[in-house]
């Protein structure tokens, strides 16, 4: 075991601190890492406060880690000390279940253990993540980062850019499909730029007319005002997909209506309210209301090799790891551009 420094909640009411643990030393097949740089997820703010019920305290977030390898152990044939490295939403899974085998790791029967606030089965207890100096991960849960990427913009694309690549790599979303985007955050944002590098004509539904001009910037063609019913009817049964990355409630159904036929609805976005479809929404046009969860590991790399090719990185501010609480309470009000990204040097050394 190694002493590491980290960014912890040790209760859902608490401000993350600086907290002192353990981690494991390499094993045969592990890489240890040094974090450069940890993105920020909403999916961070939801666990720390126990939004979903299952925070196991202290909770150290975190799942979106580029940095580079320091060890590595004697096993392991991917990875050498001095190579970039990254590690996304997961650090193991059962392996052996039909949906692992698949490739599918995301979708364990077993469920897999996400990289933090999941069941540590080497060290015991629960993992903790990548608001820490280090990380110790299983050779096969660690990704190869290109190098002609900026890795600030990199980190996001462990958590964000998969969870918008997966869903419109399963749908086939190619050159000349219309792809509708539903909301310009963190995953929206992400999902504009990956439509666009696959050839899509792709349009923004938005509440905001203020961010029309940035949704182009990001390689959209054009911005439809959600709330404008009119704009919406110029676009009605027109889409082949739309991917909804929005995560407060909303109603689903004029999005589902712009969608033409056997085409798909993809929800991303996770409201913690039950979305409601109206049944004639699906039933005409026999269209699909789905959803999709983060990806598997080699599709997690194949979507970094995907960005490398097309020289995609997520639009971020860069902040201190003090400034986490702020970012937080900013990330609730849509307050960034797109994504905060945790510069590691800026962790202290000890708790």
């Known amino acids: 075991m190694f002493a590491c420094t980290g960014y912890a909640a040790e209760t859902s009411s608490a401000p993350l601190a600086p907290f002192s643990f353990e981690r494991r030393d390499p094993g045969p097949k592990d890489v240890q890492i040094d974090i450069l ?7 961070d703010l939801h666990q720390v406060r126990n939004e979903w019920h299952n925070t196991v305290y202290p909770c150290i977030p975190g799942h979106e880690i580029v940095g580079r390898v320091t060890a590595v152990g004697g096993s392991v044939t991917k990875f050498k000390v001095g190579d970039l490295a990254g590690v996304g939403c997961m650090v193991d899974s059962c392996r052996t279940c039909p949906n692992c085998k698949d490739g599918l790791e995301q979708y364990c029967d077993n469920g897999f253990v996400g990289t933090y ?29 290109p190098a002609n990427l900026d890795l600030k913009g990199v980190a996001p694309l462990l958590c964000a850019g998969i969870t918008t690549y997966s869903p419109m790599r399963h749908w086939n979303v190619t050159k000349g499909q219309k792809v509708g985007v539903v909301g310009l955050g963190g995953l929206g944002h992400m999902a504009v730029k990956i439509a666009h590098a696959l050839g899509a004509e792709v349009y923004l539904f938005t509440t905001s007319p203020g ?57 991303v976005g996770a409201p913690t309210d039950p979305l409601k479809v109206a049944a004639f929404s699906v039933i005409w046009k026999r269209r699909q209301f789905a959803g999709s969860l983060i990806g598997g590991i080699a599709e997690t790399q194949e979507m970094l090799d995907f960005c490398a090719e097309h020289g995609i990185t997520s639009d971020i501010e860069m902040i201190a790891i003090a400034d986490i609480e702020t970012a937080y309470k900013r990330m609730l009000k849509s307050d960034v551009k797109y994504r905060f990204v945790i510069d590691m040097a800026t962790m202290p050394s000890a708790a």
Request: charged share 25%; glycine share 10%.
């Open 117 to 145: 606030n999941g069941p540590d089965k080497i060290s015991g207890g629960m993992t903790f993540g990548g608001y820490s100096k280090a990380i110790v991960v299983d050779e096969d849960f660690t990704l190869r980062i």
């Open 211 to 267: 961010k029309a001009e940035d949704a182009k910037r990001l390689g959209a063609t054009g911005v439809v005002l959600s709330k404008d019913a009119e704009a919406m009817g110029k676009h009605a049964e027109s889409f082949d997909f739309i991917i909804d990355t929005v995560s407060a409630d909303h109603d689903i159904n004029p999005y589902l209506n712009a969608i033409k036929r056997d085409g798909t609805l993809c929800q």
């Open 37 to 43: 740089y940890c993105g920020v997820c909403h999916s």
